[in-house]
């Protein structure tokens, strides 16, 4: 009897927490419902499939007939559901109780709404650390799957990796499946016929006394939505012919992984390093390491030995987004103190919303940058921050906090400053800026500094100023993500220079010159706190009162200098119709727009989106220079200009001995 394959096929859906609403409707009309149509057609066909917990809930409410296919599909056993944190968080960054509260939050989810409690998870980006071993024990998850380059990084060859292994970690034993890159690359990208030729080679590769296993699982969206695919995989019908080719093949069966599992014995021991897929080495790193590891990877291309040992050859860490992105760390320790806050509470004083907001604030895509996206779109970290400041208004309802204090949050040596009165909180760096670096409206559960500075990007070099910018640089063919040159924007050199100061609110110049301040770290009397200038006779007070803001500026002696502050303000219309100015009863412009306007004392920032607006008033007129705050960054569009902030400027004479900025933060129908 010849030797068959056991193809372990499976499949990862995923959206971010906070993805809009018309991109959830076109990736399920272009990819989960006609999945799910051409497989429900095929019982005999086995596979594997995880869907993220909020992707999960939001296809259920809002297309419950298409899921009820894949009911049907787990009820006749043609299913196995994987299993995750909840958010799909990086199960590495986050606390081992929130890793154990997300597995187990989501296996009891998939129980109940589909009828099956996962026995294997999907590692969200794949991104390995061993110390999420004892957690997915603990959570009854009996192995998992990570990429073969995983395997390759600890030493073992391709020809090894037909099966799966195991590893411990403080006495939890997990087992792992290592995904094949060679059919990540096939699958739905070849010919079925040269699919299915590989798969059925990979059936005389091994001793008789083995079962091979064929391991895939992908991204779902390769089924759909990645660029020609939707023509491809359904209309030109790749998926029904491969399936048709696959229970047609004498050679080729589809098994579950939890069947293969049970009957078949593990390959050895095996420990693996820290590591995520081989993509992920070069975006870790900071500019100029990653062009270093990139003319590296490319020496070793050219000579021709990078396939062959492209394992020793590593860049950085998922965590190093952390020190990369001073926003992103700032979010996770914000979200790691907050975690710690809930988990001190008394047990019945925890509340099933606290838990669902702290697990949102996890969610990975709004931390990291990579090829496309996460960390630059502002609507998935405003999703992360509506969560936090949700959870932290209701910690403060059960364990009031002071109304000041000072730490250092995100471990880069300087301490900040809380302001809060339980309806506005302002955050401020003491460092030489002496500015707000997260402004939160509770009663809104908006971060008003939720900004994003520029930065040097390593895929800043291919952009070239000025060339033509609607075409796509590809010599020939159809260039790979990774290689293709395309502009949904038109980007200038001005574009991606780095910024010099942070983009935080009340960053202050003295004839465009910053102004170093030296904060003094105690509280005032009334909520107040105060910073002075060491080389000029300027003081600098910050107030809370209800829902305003104020921040006072006292000049002792009299000085010809032109003074100005710069507020950032992270508006969540953006530059789209939902925000506009509105000044002495009309609207000049939204604020996507640049505006100039003299002799200020009042001005409107209205938006749709937020649900509310901002009234500025200054004590005395002012000139205040509005525009929008973009930064460069790669989507699947190509380069793209993304508005991150409403930056204005307030400029007056130092002539008078003091000005007050007074913002008030009003919701609608409050």
């Known amino acids: 009897m010849s030797q068959r394959v056991s193809l372990l096929f499976g499949v990862h859906a995923h959206q971010p927490v906070g993805n809009f ?155 792992l499946f290592p995904i094949s890159e060679s059919l990540r690359y096939k699958i739905p990208f070849a010919p079925v016929e040269e699919t299915i030729a590989y798969l059925e080679s990979l059936a005389d590769q091994h001793p008789s006394h083995t079962h091979a296993a064929a391991i895939y699982f992908d991204d779902i969206e390769k089924f759909g939505i990645w660029p020609e695919t939707y023509q491809w995989v359904y209309e030109k019908g790749w ?26 014995k593990t390959r050895g021991v095996v420990y693996l390093p820290t590591v995520s897929y081989i993509e992920m080495n070069e ?100 999703a992360v921050y509506n969560a936090l400041i949700e959870l932290e208004a209701l910690l403060d309802v059960c364990a009031p906090r002071t109304t000041y204090f000072t730490e250092d949050t995100d471990l880069d040596g300087v301490e900040e400053a809380y302001l809060q009165n339980g309806m506005l909180q302002a955050v401020l760096k003491l460092d030489s800026f002496a500015s707000i670096c997260e402004l939160d409206a509770y009663r809104l559960n908006h971060n008003f500094g939720d900004t994003l500075r520029c930065q040097v990007e390593h895929y800043h070099q291919k952009i070239q100023p000025g060339e033509d910018h609607t075409s796509s640089h590809a010599v020939s063919g159809i260039a790979s993500a990774h290689d293709r040159v395309s502009y949904k924007h038109e980007i200038n050199a001005e574009d991606i220079v ?84 509105i000044y002495q009863g009309k609207i000049p412009g939204g604020f996507g727009q640049s505006l100039e306007l003299t002799d200020l004392t009042e001005i409107t920032l209205d938006d749709d989106t937020l649900g509310g607006n901002i009234v500025i008033k200054t004590s005395s007129p002012v000139t205040l220079i509005g525009h929008p705050h973009f930064s460069v960054s790669q989507s699947e569009s190509g380069f793209e200009k993304i508005m991150q902030a409403l930056t204005l400027r307030l400029e007056w004479p130092i002539t008078t001995q003091e000005l007050v900025i007074t913002l008030k933060i009003n919701r609608y129908d409050a």
């Not at 399920?28 to 095929?42: G, I, N, S, W």
């Not at 997300?102 to 409690?117: D, P, Y």
Request: proline share 5%; with cysteine.
């Open 239 to 264: 998926l029904e012919h491969f399936i048709q080719s696959v229970l047609a093949s004498p050679k080729i069966c589809t098994q579950h992984y939890s069947e293969y599992h049970a009957g078949e």
């Open 21 to 175: 609403p018309d991109v959830l409707t076109d990736a399920h009309l272009r990819c989960y419902k006609p999945f799910l149509q051409v497989l429900h057609r095929y019982p005999d066909f086995r596979f594997a499939v995880h869907f993220s917990g909020w992707l999960l809930d939001y296809l259920l409410q809002h297309f419950p007939e298409d899921m009820v296919l894949l009911r049907e599909m787990v009820e006749r056993n043609q299913v196995e559901l994987f299993g995750a944190g909840d958010t799909e968080p990086v199960l590495a960054v986050i606390p081992n109780r929130d890793r154990i509260g997300q597995i187990e939050t989501f296996s009891n989810k998939l129980a109940a709404k589909l009828g099956q409690r996962p026995q294997g998870a999907w590692l969200t980006e794949r991104v390995w650390e061993s110390t999420v071993v004892p957690a997915l024990a603990d959570c009854g998850i009996r192995y998992v799957i990570v990429d073969d380059y995983h395997f390759l990084c600890a030493g073992k060859t391709p020809t090894e990796l037909n099966g799966y292994f195991t590893t411990e970690e403080d006495s939890h034993k997990l087992d």
């Open 498 to 581: 780095a910024d010099d100061h942070p983009r935080s609110l009340f960053v202050d110049s003295l004839d465009n010159t910053y102004i170093v301040y030296q904060s003094t770290a105690a509280a005032l009397e009334n909520n107040h706190f105060q910073s002075e200038n060491t080389e000029y006779p300027i003081h600098k007070q910050f107030m809370l009162d209800d829902n305003r803001l104020q921040v006072a500026y006292r000049f002792t002696a009299k000085m010809p200098q032109l003074f100005s502050t710069e507020i950032n303000l992270a508006m969540p219309s953006c530059d789209g119709v939902g925000g506009r100015y």
């Open 283 to 382: 975006w870790t790193l900071p500019t100029q390491s990653a062009s270093t590891y990139a003319d590296l990877v490319q020496q070793a291309k050219t000579s021709g030995w990078y396939e062959h040992k492209k394992a020793f050859l590593r860049g950085g860490i998922w965590k190093n987004f952390f020190s990369r992105y001073p926003e992103s760390n700032w979010m996770h320790k914000r979200m790691l103190g907050l975690s710690a806050r809930l988990n001190s509470l008394p047990k019945k004083q925890r509340t099933a919303l606290m838990q669902q907001k702290l697990y949102e604030s996890q969610a990975n895509d709004a931390y990291w940058h990579g090829l496309f996206g996460g960390l630059y779109l502002p609507h998935l970290r405003r």
